[in-house]
């Protein structure tokens, strides 16, 4: 079988841009000559990651089934359609593409690294709409030689269903032209080290009221902020007065920030409701108060209500919107973000990760580009977290 049967697909609208080579009937090699390296596909590894793949959801699959393209579990017209998605959205990414590519990481709204190459998406508003001319070109750091400028042909191959996938659904019309990359050359340090320079750079020699960063500009991914944002609904609640604005204020700077601040001052924003509710509480609790209660039940539910540690506060009001924080608990919880799903144990994670970049020192807790660093997740949960406490105090809405 030709190794291009299943492949050719990957890099078929760049087969002009692209050196395509088959190595023998099993390995098919893609060179992008501006870059000098290369990857490798092989048929045998493909058909090992589609027939694991399938097997996730359920479909009975075996190196044979999946080259006949026959399944008699499930009803689908079109395999050899889906196939190509499969290999051009989740291939890269696989082990078995790693095992043939060992020098090949994929970053996923960031970019790749290839050996001694890496390229990265650059989102530098107003980047995208203005001329390469007022950016930094071409510099050095170190040995290692940074280009910005538009994608190269192995960079569109690659992310092209990334990309695709970001943007599906929107009334614009996106494609690579509107779309920089950094390029790095002759590495011989660590990536994340020189995209950390590279922003500082950008930054000094340019000029724009918004700071460098590197991801793409549409990722819908981790909630990450891009140009458009979806708006089911326009709920007229918000055009009231709001009974509290400060925690508004909280928020309205958190999303200017960086991730780290963005976390501090939504946890603000959160803060911000901590004696609110517990006022409330108290008079709901006197008002409704039981007079056959016991003393010690009184006591426990006062102790509740009236101490002074600031994770019981937290609590409280969690206990408030426990029905609306319910999809923010298990998302958390499917993204190993807490332990269990209960509203306190939900509680204490995230006040233990509102203190760990309050107090601490370690390196790990500074917001790295590349690392698997959970601080965008958290970020994310910190965000609507804020959100659900903003609708339900200050403008008495259910969480959108």
Known sequence: MEASYLIKNIVYSYRDKLEIKELDLDTLEVRDARMMKSIVFKTNSLLDFLVEFLKKYGVKASRDTVLAYSFKDIKVTDWKEIYNELIRSEYVKSTQFNKDNPSFKWFNDKGFQLGSYAEFFLHYEPINYVSLTNLVRSFNIGLTQVNIGRPSNMFKAIKDSYLRQQIDGYEHEIGWNNITTVRLENITTDCENLLQQVLYIISKYTHSNVYPSIKCPFTKSENSDGYYKKVSNKNRGYL???????PIMYYNLAKSENTT???????KAVEFFYEINRD???ISFIQNFEHGLSPSDLKLQLKRLLGDKEIGKLILVFKRIEKELNLVINEAFENKLIQNKTVESFANCFYRKRNELVHHREKKQIFRILSSNDLTL???VFERVAEICINDFCFDLQSI
């Open 280 to 282: 409330e509480e108290l």
């Open 378 to 380: 958290w970020a994310s």
């Open 261 to 267: 601040g963005k976390i501090l001052n939504f946890y």
């Open 240 to 246: 009231k007065k709001a009974k509290y604005i400060e």
